[in-house]
């Protein structure tokens, strides 16, 4: 079975620019989540959606925007560019969300993509 | 003080050694735990999850949890070359983490397997 799957690989952009990262989940899973990883630190929390809905937003500025699709595919927006924002974008994908007050279960866990390698110049 | 601390190391340990791995976390709260491994320029790779407190084994890889310590510890028994990566401690499920499925990472802690 195909894993969760990004595009692209690595984008090179200029302060100002907008760009889109695109991700592809696991089959049959419904839930979609971005992180920020930056060099030396681990991933960050951006967002997390579950059918069509954002569920969770972690604490990134109005610039990152994202939407997830009928078919649980998700993009992840990020407009004005900042040097900062270079990083690698990680897409996991998870079979449910699971809301507080759920039991927590394998089927809420987190499987990640192989990023996408932003560069901001 | 951080949700997730992990010594960012690097930690050395020699081939066919227990490697062990440490992580505390801020919000009692948690409900889920997991490891991950990072090898360099790729995506964590999942390794263990742990949602009660004990010891939860799989292979070469137990995972422990303390609740009450807020504490949770990787142990990677006859450690070989190819672990050698950095593995993070994740920690979801928290109210003063956002709840859910949100994961809340440490730093990572690198890990050298020396022959």
């Known amino acids: 079975d195909a894993g969760v799957t990004q595009s692209p690989t690595h984008l090179i952009k200029t302060r100002g620019q907008q760009v889109t990262l695109r991700c592809s989940p696991i089959?049959?899973?419904?839930?979609v989540s971005w992180y920020q990883q930056v060099l030396g630190q681990g991933p960050q929390f951006i967002f997390q959606y579950y059918e069509k809905e954002e569920r969770g937003r972690g604490n990134f500025p109005d610039r990152f925007s994202a939407r997830q699709f009928p078919n649980y595919s998700s993009e992840l927006n990020v407009n004005a560019l900042l040097l900062g924002d270079s990083a690698l974008y990680l897409c996991a994908s998870s079979l449910v969300f699971r809301g507080l007050a759920g039991a927590p279960s394998r089927t809420d866990t987190q499987y990640f993509g192989p990023g996408t390698r932003l560069t901001v110049l | 003080q951080k949700e997730v601390e992990q010594n960012s190391g690097p930690l050395s340990v020699p081939e066919g050694a227990i490697a062990s791995l440490n992580c505390t976390y801020s919000d009692r709260g948690s409900q889920s735990f997991f490891w991950y491994r990072q090898y360099s320029g790729k995506s964590p790779e999942l390794i263990m999850s742990?949602?009660?407190?004990g010891d939860k084994e799989d292979g070469r890889f137990t995972a422990q949890l303390n609740k009450a310590s807020q504490y949770v510890s990787l142990l990677i028994r006859d450690s070989q070359p190819s672990d050698s990566a950095t593995y993070l401690c994740a920690v979801g499920g928290g109210i003063l983490t956002g709840g859910g499925n949100k994961l809340t990472f440490g730093t990572g802690t690198q890990l050298k397997v020396e022959l």
């Open positions: 742990i949602y009660s407190n």
């Open positions: 089959s049959g899973h419904k839930s």
